[in-house]
């Protein structure tokens, strides 16, 4: 089965998350795929915008070309924590 996982970002004030996403396409034959649990802190390298606590996950599976495909979105917003306190580098 193949997954794509899709990270939005929504600020605190907005009812919606923003229209930019950053995705990724995975094939289980990497590996087991481990995403993060709502409440966990997510901190990407390529785009800081996306740094954030995961606020909720939605999962839909399609069909394509007899494949099965699972759509991962996660959306992610403002911490009240500060990360500095999370780790220590």
Do not use: W
Not at 24 to 37: M, N, V
Not at 38 to 61: Q, W
């Amino acid at each position: 089965m193949k997954h794509r996982i899709q990270y939005q970002y929504r600020p605190r004030d907005a009812g919606r998350p923003r229209d930019y996403a950053q995705q990724f396409d995975l094939a289980t034959e990497e590996g087991p795929i481990l995403l993060p649990s709502i409440g966990d802190h997510v901190s990407m390298e390529k785009d800081a915008e996306l740094d954030g606590v995961v606020e909720n996950r939605n999962f839909h599976y399609i069909s394509v070309g007899g494949e099965t495909i699972c759509l991962i979105n996660i959306v992610l917003t403002d911490s009240n924590v500060d990360v500095g306190r999370l780790i220590k580098e």
